[in-house]
């Protein structure tokens, strides 16, 4: 079975950024989407996976909400994405 991890999204230290933390894996990786349209399942923007159990995203609009997920990936296979995270991005 497949676990869900943990993961938190908090404002990056430059407007229009964000920190994702999620919690460490051995032997894996993570992945994290984006999306300004949770609702919408073909609206998820990719960014590139990670060893580490943290990202940063810059470049995001201020004053928008944004919806982030993550994933971790093992040798047992990738689990199921963690429930969306919303955050007003300043």
């Known amino acids: 079975m497949l676990f869900r991890s943990v993961f938190s999204v908090s404002a990056g230290g430059i407007p ?3 920190d994702l933390r999620a919690e460490s894996v051995v032997r894996g990786s993570h992945e994290w989407q984006y999306s300004a349209d949770a609702a919408n399942a073909n609206g998820w923007i990719e ?4 060893v580490q159990a943290s990202a940063s995203i810059s470049g995001l609009g201020t004053l928008k ?3 982030f997920r993550h994933r ?3 040798v047992e296979g990738p689990t199921e994405w963690d429930e969306p ?3 007003l991005v300043v």
């Open 47 to 50: 960014i590139d996976p990670t």
């Open 85 to 87: 995270i919303s955050i």
């Open 65 to 67: 909400r944004y919806f």
């Open 72 to 74: 971790t990936v093992t």
């Open 16 to 18: 229009g950024s964000v």
